[in-house]
């Protein structure tokens, strides 16, 4: 199992969320007040972690969203091969190739021998920083 469930009302800024399909992280969450009928309703507003792109919740905040289980790891960077970069797990010596990060500011401090961490969200590898 790669989610846990939690309520869209106990989301907060900062926190993970998997809208479509899409691991996302929660940049604003605004709730609205319960009105004469009805739950109080919040619109969580996320960016998606590894396509960057901007994904909208609007939902009862009792409503229950899949939350992704993320794993952090330390890996060494074994060479750069442009859009490529083949990284060794520090724990388990796993090789395996991952997507350059797309922030400039990650993807020009990656060179070999460099320690990065990396994230295995839902199956899926991200490098998030260089050591």
Avoid at 57 to 62: F, K, Q, W
Avoid at 107 to 119: D, Q
Wanted: hydrophobic share 35%; net charge neutral.
């Amino acid at each position: 199992m790669t989610y846990n469930y939690a309520a869209v009302g106990d989301l907060k800024q900062g926190s993970y969320v998997i809208i479509d399909g899409e691991p996302c992280r929660v940049v604003e969450v605004t709730k609205a007040k319960t009105g004469k009928h009805g739950s109080a309703k919040a619109n969580v507003i996320a960016v998606g972690l590894f396509t960057g792109n901007k994904k909208t919740i609007m939902a009862p905040v009792d409503q229950r969203v899949e939350v992704p289980i993320i794993e952090k790891h330390v890996g060494q960077v074994i060479s750069d091969r442009g859009e490529l970069v083949e990284i060794m797990d520090l724990e388990s010596y796993e090789t395996f190739q991952i997507e350059k990060p797309k922030e400039e500011d990650i993807a020009s401090k990656i060179r070999p021998e460099a320690e990065v961490e990396y994230w295995n969200i839902a199956g899926r590898k991200k490098i998030v920083r260089v050591k």
